[in-house]
């Protein structure tokens, strides 16, 4: 039961142009979403985070929006960077679960071309 | 920031061994520690919560006689892989957070590779 999903595997970009990665979930009791960069051979690296109280949240070059009505969430690079080309992972964690465990989806590979 | 320090970065052992991996938090308190498992181009497999002073709690189909893990202080949790066969190849990563809504920090991870 994949309770987090990101259907697209991979993702191109151009440099300076929008990249838009997407989340989907199906646990409704899940109330705080995480997104992570990871490298090959490297632990996850946190980017940002949002909360079930809010739909968004901004820091820098990378916001996150969180539709609870349609349990979708999605992060936004803009501009996207060559630096930025690497396995996005979504998370979420549910208060009553084991401390809050978090959950990942599949990642998604994005390439950003120069 | 939170700082999570893991070790050994990668570990070769033969079949039969047992491998122990450390996590730890360097600059705060963690009464609750994860251990996570990633399969190559796979997502994170959570294999179990560690609680400080308490048995670890494991993810249906995560043998605990297998992988034992020891939260013995509040920034030290292990994770020792027992009897390791060459199917136990993996990268094992261990995370950790001040709070739940604190954001949760990931060590660099543990490469293991059973010949």
């Known amino acids: 039961d994949q309770q987090v999903k990101q259907n697209s595997p991979s993702l191109s970009v151009q440099e300076g142009r929008i990249s838009i990665l997407n989340c989907d979930y199906t646990n409704s009791m899940f109330d705080y979403f995480l997104w992570y960069k990871k490298y090959p051979a490297e632990g996850p690296t946190f980017l940002i985070s949002i909360s079930s109280i809010k739909d968004k949240n901004e820091d820098g070059r990378f916001t996150v929006f969180l539709n609870k009505s349609a349990k979708h969430l999605s992060l936004h690079i803009v501009p996207s960077q060559p630096g930025d080309s690497a396995v996005y992972f979504c998370?979420?964690?549910?208060?009553?679960?084991?401390?809050?465990?978090?959950?990942f989806g599949q990642g998604t590979e994005l390439s950003v071309k120069p | 920031g939170a700082v999570v320090s893991q070790h050994p970065s990668r570990v070769i052992c033969k079949s039969g061994t047992s491998v122990k991996i450390e996590c730890r938090s360097l600059?705060?308190?963690?009464?609750?520690m994860f251990w996570y498992r990633q399969f190559p181009k796979q997502s994170l497999m959570l294999m179990a919560t560690?609680?400080?002073?308490?048995?670890?709690?494991?993810e249906q189909g995560v043998e605990k006689d297998k992988f034992l893990i020891n939260h013995a202080s509040l920034t030290l949790s292990t994770l020792t892989v027992t009897s390791a066969h060459p199917e136990d190849s993996s990268f094992y990563i261990c995370?950790?957070?001040?709070?739940?809504?604190?954001?949760?920090?990931f060590g660099s991870g543990t490469r293991l590779t059973v010949v």
């Open positions: 600059d705060f308190q963690a009464t609750t």
């Open positions: 998370a979420a964690s549910a208060a009553y679960n084991q401390g809050g465990k978090l959950i």
């Open positions: 995370s950790a957070a001040k709070g739940r809504l604190d954001g949760y920090t």
């Open positions: 560690s609680n400080e002073g308490s048995k670890a709690t494991y």
